[in-house]
C-alpha cells in the first residue's frame, strides 16, 4: 500500500519568513495531494490540495509544489504569520483494489511561528 | 450549516466496558470514515465506508467496529475497550468513495481515555 513520509516533524520560523513541508510517497499511481491545518484542539482541515496533472498550485500565501518523478510535493507557507502555528498534515491518494481511493496521511509538521 | 457531527467530545471509560461514539454529516456523503490520531504517528484510517452497508477495514481495525445502516451515520463501536485504544478519534466524510476528487470534511474529534 501507500507509504507517504513528512518532514521535518517540527519547524520553528521567525514571523515573516517563509515555511517548507515535504512529503514523500511510495505509490506511483496516487494522483491527488491534499494538505491539512489542524490548530490546537480542532480538526484538521483542508487548505489546499493538487492532482496529478498539474506541478504548481498557489493560494495567497500557501502554494504546493509536485515532482511525480521524485514522487515528492511539498507545501510552502511565504510570509508567515501567527495564525500559521498549527500541525500540517500531507495526504496522498492512490487506488485501491476495490474501486475507491484511499487517502493516506503523514506523520505531521508541527510548525510554530516565532513573534 | 454542512458539517460532520461527533459525540461525545470527550469520553473516560474503564476496561472492557462496551462504548460507542457516534458521528453523522449533513452533506449527503457517501464516504465515511474513522481515523484515530496519535503522537508522531499522524492519522490513521480504522475504517470506512463508501456507501450504505458497505464498509471495509483501514489500517488498524482490530478492536473496533462499524455499521452504515443509514448515509448520514457511521458509528465506531469498541465492544471491549482496552488502554491501547486511547487516543483523539476523527470522523470524516467526502462526497464521494473517489476521495482523489474531493477533500474530507472532518469532525471535531472524540479524546477518548481507558483506563
Known amino acids: 500500500g501507500e507509504n507517504v513520509e513528512q518532514h521535518p516533524s517540527t519547524l520553528s520560523v521567525q514571523e515573516g519568513d517563509s515555511a517548507v513541508i515535504k512529503c514523500t510517497y511510495s505509490?506511483?499511481?496516487?494522483?491527488?495531494f491534499p494538505w491539512y491545518k489542524q490548530e490546537l484542539g480542532k480538526r484538521p482541515q483542508l487548505i489546499i490540495d493538487?492532482?496529478?496533472?498539474?506541478g504548481e498550485k498557489k493560494d495567497q500565501r500557501i502554494a504546493v509544489t509536485l515532482n511525480k518523478t521524485a514522487k515528492h510535493f511539498s507545501l510552502h507557507i511565504t510570509e508567515t504569520q501567527p495564525e500559521d502555528s498549527a500541525v500540517y498534515f500531507c495526504?496522498?491518494?492512490?487506488?485501491?483494489?476495490?474501486?475507491?481511493?484511499?487517502?493516506?496521511f503523514g506523520t505531521g509538521t508541527r510548525l510554530t511561528i516565532i513573534p | 450549516e454542512a458539517q460532520v457531527t461527533q459525540n461525545p467530545r470527550y469520553l473516560i471509560t474503564v476496561t472492557g466496558k462496551k462504548l460507542t461514539v457516534t458521528c453523522s454529516q449533513n452533506?449527503?456523503?457517501?464516504?465515511m470514515s474513522w481515523y484515530r490520531q496519535d503522537p508522531g504517528l499522524g492519522l490513521r484510517q480504522i475504517y470506512y465506508?463508501?456507501?450504505?452497508?458497505?464498509?471495509d477495514k483501514g489500517d488498524v481495525p482490530e478492536g473496533y467496529k462499524v455499521s452504515r445502516k443509514e448515509k448520514r451515520n457511521f458509528p465506531l463501536i469498541l465492544e471491549s475497550p482496552s488502554p491501547n485504544q486511547t487516543s483523539l478519534y476523527f470522523c470524516?466524510?467526502?462526497?464521494?468513495?473517489?476521495?482523489?476528487?474531493?477533500?474530507?470534511?472532518f469532525g471535531s474529534g472524540t479524546r477518548l481515555t481507558v483506563v
Open positions: 465506508s463508501m456507501n450504505v452497508e458497505v464498509t
Open positions: 493538487i492532482r496529478s496533472n498539474v
Open positions: 452533506m449527503n456523503h457517501e464516504y
Open positions: 505509490d506511483s499511481a496516487s494522483n491527488y
Open positions: 495526504a496522498a491518494s492512490s487506488p485501491t483494489n476495490f474501486g475507491n481511493e484511499k487517502l493516506t
Open positions: 470524516a466524510s467526502s462526497l464521494s468513495s473517489g476521495a482523489a476528487n474531493y477533500g474530507y470534511t
